[in-house]
């Protein structure tokens, strides 16, 4: 009995002591003043291998959800005779919320767990020690343009993702369910606001790729240097950011519909 | 450098499409309106009931939308409702006896606010400007009062 209370505790602290560390971490990455001449071309480099490479993953997924979201909706509408209505429930559930919350678990799955594995990677192989050796410091070379591309490259995935996934929708609910393409669009851009709705989904992926991309370079960064120490990692990286998502994900919404 | 090439190649093919995506998001699905661009003019009418309006809901005039609801407060003093009204200004609307009704589309549709042009007989006031309070209003009808009228001069009937 004892030795749980021990051990809760123990864990409650640990807890706490990696919460600090990932901040102090997070401090300590953006309270710099980048050298752009020098990570620019690690910046688009890493924009290639998390942004470019995700995007068949984003695109494809896109399409599906559209589809499904269009077969769903039609099919619950239908019901109530309201099948035009259905541009501007795919449109609204597409920009508000499927949109940025899928592609950044997407993202955090894809691109996440490939950053997290990387620099675990260079840790284990002491590639990191040696660079500090050189006098080189490897939160500005390594973390940095890593941390700074999945910045940029959710909120462009996220959008892609919102229009691959309209077209999606549009797919199954105009050309295969016959719903009437003029109000199909029509009744989504009278229900769409671009301020409440888009901007506010594209404000979601930009805290989206804030988080995943902190929690992928920090646990790559503190990750145990050996072969089970990265593979928990990688596996921490995914499990944090995808509960961190879905968690602010509702904080968010919450806010947003609070009007602010 | 070919792969060099390659990279920023694809890179720029990414950022491109995200801002197509971007594009796509404002003009095709929130479809931006034109109202922001030809400058706005806001005005208010006082109805009694509002029944089902809601902010944004369109306001037109002879079916043809001319802007939108912007606010709905309770004013204290009257217990009337306040709608506040932003209009497109490349539309002028005659001032005087203009008057505002808050209509149904459809049976079981959503409330929109119409406005009917007024005579341009005051010369140094003949179009609604911004501030303006259009004094003549039509509050909306509400299906079960209706139904309760009709039950009630149904049973008197009998």
């Known amino acids: 009995m004892l030795d749980r209370i021990a051990q809760t505790g123990a864990f409650g602290r640990t807890s706490v002591q990696r919460l600090g560390q990932a901040g102090v971490f997070l401090c300590r990455l953006l309270l710099r003043i980048p050298n752009f001449k020098k990570i620019g071309p690690s910046v688009w480099h890493q924009l290639y291998s998390v942004g470019v490479l995700s995007g068949i993953v984003i695109v494809v997924s896109g399409l599906f959800i559209g589809m499904v979201v269009g077969l769903q909706g039609h099919h619950t509408l239908q019901k109530f005779g309201a099948s035009s209505q259905l541009g501007q429930l795919l449109a609204l559930s597409i920009a508000r919320e499927l949109g940025p919350v899928v592609s950044a678990l997407l993202f955090a799955g894809r691109a996440g767990s490939a950053l997290t594995a990387e620099i675990g990677l260079m840790k284990a192989t002491e590639q990191l020690a040696s660079m500090d050796m050189m006098g080189v410091d490897p939160l500005a070379r390594i973390v940095y343009p890593r941390f700074l591309a999945g910045l940029i490259a959710l909120p462009v995935l996220s959008l892609i993702f919102s229009a691959v996934a309209v077209y999606g929708g549009y797919l199954v609910g105009v050309e295969r369910l016959g719903v009437d393409a003029g109000s199909f669009w029509s009744n989504m851009q009278a229900a769409v606001n671009f301020r409440l709705d888009v901007l506010s989904g594209i404000i979601k992926s930009m805290v ?20 089970a120490g990265i593979s928990q990692a990688t596996t ?13 994900d509702f904080l968010l919404t919450a806010l947003m519909i609070g009007g602010w | 450098m070919d792969k060099h090439y390659r990279l920023d190649l694809s890179v720029g093919i990414f950022m491109i499409l995200g801002f197509l995506a971007l594009l796509v998001m404002v003009f095709k699905v929130s479809g931006v309106q034109a109202l922001t661009h030809v400058g706005s003019y806001e005005v208010t009418a006082n109805f009694s009931d509002i029944g089902g309006l809601k902010v944004r809901a369109p306001v037109t005039i002879a079916g043809v939308k001319v802007g939108e609801v912007t606010s709905i407060d309770l004013q204290p003093g009257q217990l009337n409702a306040k709608v506040k009204m932003q209009l497109r200004s490349d539309q002028k609307i005659p001032f005087d006896d203009a008057s505002a009704r808050i209509l149904t589309e459809g049976l079981l549709g959503s409330n929109y606010v119409s406005l009917v042009p007024g005579f341009e007989s005051v010369p140094n006031h003949p179009f609604l400007r911004s501030g303006d309070v259009i004094e003549r209003t039509q509050e909306a009808v509400i299906l079960e009062n209706i139904i309760g009228q009709l039950l009630f001069s149904a049973k008197q009937s009998t």
């Open chain 1, 208 to 227: 989206f790729a804030f988080l995943v991309s902190w929690v992928a370079v920090y646990q790559g960064f503190t990750s145990t240097p050996t072969a």
């Open chain 1, 236 to 248: 921490r990286s995914v499990v944090h950011a995808s509960l961190l998502i879905l968690g602010f």
